[in-house]
C-alpha cells in the first residue's frame, strides 16, 4: 500500500531474521544450501525487506505464486526464486521475470515446455515435484519414464532440482511416516538416476524437517516459518528471536456504569463501574473476531487488558479499568512468539495462519 499512514503498525526487526538464519545454517553441513521461503508476503510481514535483508546469504528464494515472484523482481531481487505452486494459465510471466517453476503433473510440465519450445530458450531451470505422502502436489515415481522421454526431445529446460513435501514433520506421532517420506524420496532419487543418469540437487525438508530430520537435509532446506521465529516446537522457538510485533494505539476511553454495554450486539455488560479503551485495530486488520469476548489480553504500559464484546471491523475496545492510560498510549497485541502462539490456540489455529492473516492495512515498519 504506497503511502500509509495507520497508526496501526506491524514491526519487523531484519536483525533477528538474520539471526533466525543463522541459527538454521548452523544446523546444517557445509554442503547443504538454504532456500528461504518468503511466500505469502513473507509469511505476512514483508517478503521484499526480507528478501533485500538476506539475499547475499542465502542460495534460493521460495514462494507460492508467479505474483509473489513477480514482486521481488520488480523489487530489484536478483536471486534465484523458485514458485512452489505456479498455474498453466500464467507460466509465460516465469519466463518473462526469470522465474523457476516447480513443475507437478504432466499438465503444467508439457504446457510449460511448449512455451519453452516457442520462445527457443535451451536449459531453462525447472524443478521437479513430487508427491511422497502429502498427497497435495507432486508427480508420482511412475512418471519418470514419461518425464524422461519428454526431456529428451527437448533440450529447452533443465532439471535444477528434485523435490518433496513432508506432511507431519512436526510431528513426532508421525516419526515413521516421515520417514518412509523420506525413504520414498530416496527410491524416487535412485531410480531418476537409473533413468537420468545423473542426480539434480535434491530438498525436502521445511522448517521442522531441519529441526528433526537431520538425515534429509540433502543438498538444499527450504527454511519458512523459522526464519519469521517459529519452530512448532518450544525449545526450539526458545532458541529463536522474535522478528513480528504487532502494536496499535488507544483512540478513546469510556467509563462504563453498571448495566451498560459494550460494542456490537451488546455481547458485553458491565456489572461494575468500569474503564474501556477503544483501540485502533479489528478483524479487518487480521486479528480474528474469534479473540474477542475475553479470548486474549492485549498490553498496554505493560500491563494485561482482555478484549471486551466482539472486536469490530476497524477497531476493539479492551478493559483498561486498572491501568492508567490515555488516548495515543501504544497497545501491544504481540511483541513475542508465545504470544503468538496464545493468540493462534485462543482462535483455533497455528502461527501460520495468524500471522498470514495480518492485512495489507497494516503499516510495515523496518527495524534494522
Ligand atoms: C511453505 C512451504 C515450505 C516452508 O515451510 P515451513 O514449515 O514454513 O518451513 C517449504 N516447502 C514448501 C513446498 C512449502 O509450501
Do not use: W
Amino acid at each position: 500500500m504506497i503511502n500509509n499512514n495507520h497508526v496501526t503498525t506491524l514491526e519487523i526487526d531484519l536483525k533477528a531474521v538474520e539471526f533466525n538464519l543463522n541459527y538454521f545454517k548452523s544446523k546444517l553441513k557445509d554442503t547443504t544450501d538454504i532456500m528461504v521461503v518468503v511466500k505469502a508476503f513473507g509469511y505476512g510481514s514483508d517478503a521484499i525487506e526480507i528478501a533485500k535483508s538476506i539475499e547475499q546469504h542465502v542460495s534460493y528464494f521460495a514462494v507460492a505464486y508467479a505474483m509473489e515472484g513477480i514482486a521481488l523482481r520488480n523489487a530489484g531481487i536478483k536471486t534465484s526464486i523458485l514458485v512452489l505452486h505456479p498455474q498453466a494459465d500464467n507460466l509465460e510471466s516465469l519466463i518473462v521475470n526469470d522465474l523457476e517453476p516447480s513443475l507437478y503433473n504432466k499438465h503444467v510440465f508439457s504446457s510449460f515446455l511448449k512455451l519453452t519450445r516457442e520462445n527457443k530458450l535451451k536449459n531453462y531451470p525447472i524443478h521437479l515435484k513430487f508427491n511422497t505422502g502429502l498427497n497435495r502436489l507432486g508427480f508420482s515415481i511412475n512418471d519418470l519414464p514419461y518425464l524422461h522421454k519428454e526431456l529428451e526431445l527437448n533440450q529447452t529446460i533443465f532439471i535444477q532440482s528434485l523435490f518433496s513435501h513432508l506432511a507431519a514433520s512436526e510431528d513426532k506421532n508421525e516419526i515413521e511416516f516421515t520417514k518412509n517420506q523420506i525413504e520414498k524420496f530416496n527410491n524416487i532419487t535412485t531410480q531418476f538416476k537409473l533413468i537420468f543418469g545423473f542426480v539434480p540437487t535434491r530438498h525436502l525438508c521445511n522448517t521442522s524437517g531441519i529441526i528433526n530430520y537431520p538425515e534429509a537435509h540433502f543438498d538444499l532446506v527450504r527454511l519458512g516459518i523459522g526464519v519469521y521465529g517459529f519452530a512448532n516446537d518450544v525449545s526450539e522457538t526458545n532458541n529463536l528471536k522474535n522478528v513480528i510485533s504487532l502494536k496499535t494505539v488507544i483512540t478513546q476511553i469510556h467509563e462504563i456504569e453498571p448495566g451498560e454495554s459494550v460494542g456490537y450486539n451488546r455481547s458485553f455488560s458491565a456489572s461494575n463501574k468500569m474503564k474501556t479503551a477503544t483501540v485502533a485495530i479489528g478483524h479487518a486488520d487480521g486479528l480474528s473476531r474469534r479473540l474477542g469476548n475475553g479470548k486474549v489480553c492485549v498490553k498496554i504500559n505493560n500491563q494485561r487488558a482482555p478484549i471486551v464484546g466482539n472486536i469490530c471491523m476497524d477497531m476493539m475496545m479492551v478493559d483498561i479499568t486498572n491501568i492508567n492510560c490515555k488516548p495515543g498510549d501504544d497497545v501491544i497485541i504481540f511483541d513475542n512468539q508465545q504470544s503468538v502462539e496464545f493468540l493462534a490456540k485462543q482462535s483455533d489455529t497455528i502461527s501460520y495462519e495468524l500471522l498470514t492473516a495480518i492485512s495489507q492495512r497494516v503499516r510495515r515498519v523496518v527495524i534494522s
